[in-house]
């Protein structure tokens, strides 16, 4: 191999390099002038669109908290307030139960004191006829011990007499 091809093929392969390399040049200034700035756009908005969707989910998140906050409030809220009506339902049942059974007392403190009156009326009862029963008898005794027939005077003296011989 000469030298000349040497230097022919060599210069011939630095020519291609070189016409490659002004040719990328030219393509990249060629790019840059119109590709680059609508693709730096485009990056630049998908970046915006990316931090604007960040933004709302770190917004929904915040609300989605707050919302979760209320929710857990108005969940105590409801048991305080169960519990409450559940406390006051047990103490109105308590007080229901004791009124009841003061009721219940008292009516059976009346009755008892209706059938002791009751009873006490019919002792009297009784006794005033027991007592007009003796009377009677005493007044017959009387009679047919004497053989006549007292007055009114003197059978209420005789009744009385008769009466108080009983109670002692």
Known sequence: M???VILGSASTALGNTLV???AFLLLFALLKRVAWKPLMNMLDQREQ???ADIDKAETARISAERQLAEVEQQLREARN???ETLTRAQAEGNELQKSIVNEAKEDARRIRKQAE???DLERKKAFAK???EISEMSISIAESII???LN???QDRLIEEFIKGLDD
Do not use: F, H, P
């Open 49 to 51: 669109t990316i931090n």
């Open 2 to 4: 000469t030298l000349g």
């Open 130 to 132: 027991l007592r007009s």
């Open 20 to 22: 490659t390399l002004v």
């Open 147 to 149: 053989g006549k027939e």
């Open 152 to 154: 009114a005077e003197d």
């Open 117 to 119: 009156k009751e009873v």
């Open 81 to 83: 307030k169960a519990n």
